[in-house]
């Protein structure tokens, strides 16, 4: 793996790492998130059931959308933001489990592409 695809998949596991912190913080249950989306709660069938990335840049968009989700879910429980007028109610839970896939996928990706 060259220098720029392993610093890429540190960050992202620092991404893992924080969000799984923040789902601890709201005692999210990720083992029963996983499930209830579709996913096994393993590490190594999720590796394997989750599909590689053929796009890099969809790839960071998706995880961008899915962080965009979370920090809103956050600001709706600690900070002044209000639910927009229509917007579904997510649970903070259940968007880090998503969060998760998606780093799962793109960590999968890479180490196609970075070797």
């Keep these: 793996m060259n220098g720029v695809g392993s610093t890429l998949i540190k960050e992202l596991s620092d991404v893992f790492i924080i969000s799984t912190c923040l789902a601890n913080q709201y005692c999210a249950n990720l083992d029963e998130e996983l499930i209830n989306i579709g996913y096994s709660r ?3 069938e999720l590796y394997d059931s989750t599909s590689e990335y053929h796009d890099i840049t969809e790839a960071f968009l998706d995880m961008s959308i899915q962080a965009s989700k979370i920090s809103r879910i956050l ?3 600690e900070g002044d933001k209000t639910p927009k007028c229509g917007e579904d109610t997510c ?3 259940s968007e880090i489990a998503k969060l998760h896939v998606i780093l799962v996928s793109i960590s999968k990706s890479l180490k196609g592409n970075c070797r």
């Design 42 to 44: 393993n590490i190594h």
């Design 75 to 77: 600001n709706h429980y």
């Design 91 to 93: 649970r903070v839970a």
